[in-house]
């Protein structure tokens, strides 16, 4: 019996037409089982859903390696053996024949209000964690599958798994991969988090776009931090969405363009074409919370105790490192504010926070403002910090100003 109802589901998988993001102009998806995923997938947030084969993918193994060669993750603990197993979805499955790819798009519009000292939060972290609503959808895809094939025929990855997502979203022409390296999906911009569900039932495989970026190079330009190459690759060492994610210390020569970004980046997608038309298309569920989540205060996160921080940021993205990393990013942005009114908060965290991480970050930020009353907070820790991390980093901060900071300040600042 059940091999009737699977059989009949893949009869029907095989004459279900091409699925088509929603809204494209043309008939409407034919075939029982592609529309109900299709509509599975519309009544859970996704602004689009295409199918690929569950080939392994032999480019992404290529291209893995060589931006493992290069550097390009050194600071993420990637290896072969994971490119390998994302590129392969049989391990995640076996038999795995098809891959269901859906874009749900989260782009919701900024508050206006900017004040003083206040940081800046990408917009994929803005709101309540992504994974409960793209869970939901890939199951309610899910079971659509398992019902079809009369038996558990589905894996979902949602983030969960590793997965080639990108390569695969591409492949089934759910967009295109672009310079800035996220999938671009017409319409809906590259504002999109990606879920798959890998499955053994054989449906029909969409073709890819025939689209790409062509000479365009904004995102290229409007990145800071020179992290783009322009061949659609990316020193992920040099991207600030990455620095803002590593638990270490942040280097020296890329702190100062960092800008005011406690958590993420957006300045590349904000700048590529196809997402600025496509506008901020995202699910109410995405909205920004009222309160500071977008441009917190910066002094109040740098003043905060861990546990406050994992309080207040539970179910967030910025919980996902710890406290300490988001009051070291903290640091950073006050340093780059240049604002003399950050000199107390930073002197605060450099005299008694008790992690070292963000002592050190905010003498490095006392050393960017320059101040003397800067200078004195740096000078008096110098002579008390017991870490040999920090007093590095007191040294160096007080090294441009030579002997005028060893003189305390004299001046007060104004
Ligand atoms: S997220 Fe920011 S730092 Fe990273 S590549 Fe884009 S613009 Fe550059
Ligand atoms: S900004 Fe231009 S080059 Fe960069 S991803 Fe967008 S379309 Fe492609």
Redo the contacts with the bound molecule.
């Keep these: 019996m059940a091999a009737d109802r699977r059989a009949r589901a893949l009869r029907e998988g095989r004459r279900a037409l091409k699925a088509r993001p929603f809204g494209r102009s043309g008939p409407a998806p034919q075939g029982d089982l592609k529309a109900r995923l299709t509509a599975a997938a519309r009544a859970g947030g996704a602004g689009a859903l295409r199918v690929c084969s569950a080939e392994a993918d032999a480019p992404t193994r290529e291209r893995f390696g060589a931006a493992l060669e290069r550097g390009d993750l050194a600071t993420w603990p990637y290896d072969r053996a994971y490119a390998e197993r994302a590129a392969s979805p049989a391990t995640l499955l076996p038999n795995a024949r098809s891959i269901v790819c859906v874009a749900l798009p989260y782009a919701t519009q900024p508050p206006n209000a900017r004040a003083p000292l206040r940081g800046r939060v990408s917009n994929y972290a803005w709101s309540a964690d992504y994974h409960t609503i793209m869970r939901a959808l890939l199951e309610a895809i899910a079971a659509i599958l398992d019902d079809a094939a009369g038996e558990p025929a589905t894996r979902i990855v949602c983030d969960t798994a590793p997965i080639a997502e990108r390569a695969f979203a591409q492949r089934a022409g759910l967009g295109w991969v ?3 390296t ?1 999938v ?1 999906v017409p319409r809906l911009g ?1 504002y999109v988090f990606l879920g798959e569900v890998v499955t053994t039932v054989a449906l029909d495989a969409d073709a890819p776009l025939r689209t ?3 000479s ?5 330009t ?1 990145c800071p931090t020179g992290a ?1 190459r ?1 061949d659609y690759t990316i020193d992920a060492t040099r991207c600030i969405s990455d620095l803002t994610q590593r638990r270490d210390a942040i280097p020296v020569a890329l702190r100062p363009l960092m800008g005011d970004w406690v958590w993420g980046c957006d300045l ?2 904000d ?5 600025q038309r496509a506008g901020r298309v995202g699910a109410s569920a995405f909205r920004a919370p009222a309160g500071s989540a977008v441009f917190p205060d910066l002094q109040r996160l740098l003043a905060s105790s861990t546990r406050a921080l994992a309080r207040e940021l539970r179910g967030t993205a910025l919980a996902w490192r710890g406290g300490t990393v988001v009051r070291r990013n903290a640091a950073v942005a006050l340093g780059n504010s240049l604002d003399r009114a950050a000199v107390p908060a930073l002197a605060a965290a450099l005299a008694g926070d008790r992690a070292a991480l963000v002592r050190g970050h905010s003498a490095w930020a006392l050393g960017r403002i320059g101040s003397p009353s800067a200078l004195c907070a740096l000078s008096a820790a110098a002579g008390e910090e017991r870490s040999y991390d920090v007093r590095s980093e007191i040294a160096r901060a007080l090294e441009p100003f030579g002997r005028m900071a060893t003189l305390g300040s004299a001046e007060v600042d104004g």
């Design positions: 672009g310079k800035h996220n671009i590259s790409s970026c062509g365009c190079a904004r995102c290229v409007a783009l322009g590349c997608q700048a590529c074409p196809p997402t």
